[in-house]
């Protein structure tokens, strides 16, 4: 990882803290940006530091807004998907390239379809911990949250992360 890129992904969860957390849309969507981060963490680490790093960052998240864990096992069930989800999209990509895979350097549409998915699939998990149960309510919170944080982090993406790798 540059250090462009991790100084990048600092900031993001930093702003998460102070700024995205804050703001939502008629209580019904909310911002989760911070999950970028977790979808642009290289391959190649090893499975246990994915895992601690993911549920470190989660409940970062999980402390600041108060919802002890439902923020911390979202993020690791994002985390355990996402190699699963690039071997579906990159289906012509082998194990051992896979290791040197970074997400953050293919194009705007493959990310596009990587992120999609996944944020929307964190967006469920957390919603029904969240709920605990599955009504038509949390179903417009979950589709409403994962298409604004997706909007968010497309944008935040096309802007800032994609053009420092271009540097």
Known sequence: MSLRLITSLVVILFLQLFFFNAISLYD????????????????????K???T???SIGILVDISILKLGIHASSSIL??????????????QI??????????HAQSLSWIISYFTPLI??????YHLLSDLHFTLNTFW????????????IILIYS?????SDKR
């Open 78 to 91: 994002i985390v355990t998907l996402r190699g699963f989800w690039i071997d579906i999209i990159t289906p």
């Open 120 to 125: 929307f699939v964190y967006s469920l998990i």
């Open 28 to 47: 019904t969507a909310f911002a989760f940006v911070f999950v970028m981060i977790l979808l642009l963490l290289p391959l190649d680490w090893d499975y």
């Open 141 to 152: 919170k979950f589709f409403a949250t994962g298409f604004y944080s997706t909007l968010l």
């Open 94 to 103: 082998n194990p051992n390239e896979k290791l040197n895979f970074k997400p």
């Open 49 to 51: 530091v994915l895992i």
């Open 53 to 55: 790093v993911a549920f």
């Open 159 to 163: 802007l800032f992360i994609k053009t």
